[in-house]
């Protein structure tokens, strides 16, 4: 007899579609534009932008509360395959919106892919290449900020960038309570400007504080956009209490997780020694820390149906990065193989439009997300977007950038890479260099290894197709093409 705990519901109807009902996506987006403008002072810092409000908005119409509230729930490290831990979520999320089954990190790293998803840019782009210089990031650039002068209120709870300093409060938002260094229990937070440890269960904590900052809508019109960010399911992880011993479902591993020959991997992969064994405990760790998550968001959904605001909320719940379960002998992040990069990604939007129940196979990254928020708003962004809107089904792309640099962290080389992630195949190439002390990218960019994978036949990417490949085969694979194409991309494209 299994002691978990009772979770009723399932998931929506498990069928493809696309994204329907664009007429209605297109009208609620648009409703009420705002072109936001920022200027410079003279001495060339940064200043709070300007809000030209449209013709619309000037005279009076549409209200802004026909904007959606938006609520962003960023986990920590969750890779796929946790659907388990999430049977709330998914009864919610799955049955009333969409899930993108091609979902990716386009930087495996945290503070990369967290300031990927506010700024809609490509790490090459933001600049934050590592845990370690969250000040990179141009914060005129996010999108707390634009829709904040959009009118929006904003708050964070939760993690922000790896070692952003907690006495710094974080720009463009009106509430938060912000952790660093995280931590699952009796953690380090700076509340409102004031740096404290705040006692009890960090999942919990975070959800109470988004749950009064959702309660003050009772008195303040504004739509308002919430950033949540739990630390589950990041190691070391420590479960709830209750949740500490609650078995989690048998676990045969895969196919990548069970792989004896690794001599087409790169070198550092090939030295890996991870097992199936490590693999699954950490599984079970993220699954059992993952159960809080699940409350949290049974009681956000609550809260947002007691306020009347759950059609009109436009909420994204999705994951930093994922996580290898002894995949090609590894236990981390920081790879370019399916369980690293991709990442759950649900959402809903009724009032939007969206096809309730329906799962989307598009190419998407994180670098949408900013878009997508931004479009819901009615804001056009001042500043450039990698990445483009999920609400209007016309935006697909045949290929996704993914991008990771050696950093200081890692003091056995990982190797710089970058990777071109087709709807069908994946074309890797591995570099000579790392980041300097400071951040940024040093060496000469010479190839060291690459690698090709046909997804649609070898999904677990156990055979690299370059591995003793001649000329002929490469040209087969279209490798020249790809470098190419590859190379624009992560040189700015």
């Known amino acids: 007899m299994s002691d978990a705990p009772d979770r009723t519901g399932g998931r929506g109807p498990n ?73 709330r979520t998914l009864d919610w999320l799955g049955r009333d919106g969409v899930a993108f089954d091609r979902a990716h990190a386009n930087t495996p790293l945290c503070a990369p892919s967290r300031a990927s998803v506010m700024s809609g840019r490509y790490a090459h782009h933001h600049g934050v290449l590592d845990t370690r210089h969250p000040a990179h990031l141009d914060q005129r650039t996010t999108v707390q900020r634009h829709l904040r002068e959009a009118g929006y209120r904003t708050g964070l709870f939760g993690k922000y960038l790896n070692f952003w300093r907690p006495a710094d409060n974080p720009p463009h938002f009106d509430e938060w309570l912000l952790q660093e260094p995280v931590a699952y229990t009796n953690g380090h937070y700076n509340d409102q400007g004031t740096v404290r440890t705040v006692p009890g269960y960090s999942t919990t904590v975070i959800r109470n504080r988004a749950l009064a900052f959702m309660e003050r809508s009772r008195t303040d019109p504004r739509p308002w956009f919430a950033y949540v960010a739990p630390r589950a399911a990041h190691e070391l992880n420590i479960p709830e209490e209750r949740y500490a011993y609650t078995r989690v479902p048998e676990w045969d591993g895969r196919p990548s997780v069970r792989e004896t020959g690794r001599a087409d991997k790169p070198p550092f992969l090939r030295a890996a020694r991870h097992s199936f064994a490590e693999g699954r405990a950490l599984r079970a760790r993220q699954l059992r820390t993952l159960l809080s998550v699940d409350d949290a968001m049974r009681d956000f959904r609550d809260k947002l149906r007691e306020l009347g605001r759950l059609d009109n909320t436009l909420v994204l719940f999705t994951s930093d990065h994922g996580l290898c379960w002894g995949d090609h002998g590894w236990l981390r992040k920081s790879v ?55 609400l209007d089904p016309r935006n697909d792309r045949e290929h996704l950038l993914a991008e990771w640099w050696w950093n200081r962290q890692d003091k056995v080389p990982i190797h710089t890479w970058a990777s071109y992630v087709g709807k069908g195949e994946q074309y890797t190439e591995y570099y000579r260099g790392r980041l300097g002390a400071d951040g940024r990218a040093r060496g000469t960019r010479e190839v060291l290894f690459r690698e090709y994978y046909d997804l649609r036949a070898d999904p677990y990417q156990l055979t690299n197709l370059l591995y003793g490949a001649d000329a002929e085969r490469e040209t087969r694979l279209r490798i020249p093409e790809l470098s190419r194409r590859l190379r624009a991309a992560a040189a700015g494209g």
């Open 336 to 390: 370019p193989y399916r369980p690293s990069l991709e990442v759950p990604f649900l959402m809903s939007w009724p009032a939007g439009g969206l096809a309730r129940g329906s799962r989307d196979d598009r190419l998407t990254g994180h670098v949408d997300i900013a878009p997508t928020l931004l479009a819901a708003a009615g804001v056009t962004p001042d500043t450039p977007h990698d990445g483009h809107s999920l």
């Open 15 to 87: 069928r493809r579609a696309l994204v329907a009902g664009a007429t209605a996506i297109a009208a609620a987006a648009v409703a009420v534009p705002v072109a936001v403008r920022a200027h410079r002072a003279e001495d060339g810092a940064h200043v709070p932008a300007a809000v030209t409000p449209s013709p619309a908005a000037r005279r009076g119409g549409p209200r802004a509360e026909h904007r959606p509230n938006i609520l962003l729930v960023l986990t920590d490290d969750q890779p796929k395959e946790t659907d388990w831990a999430l049977r």
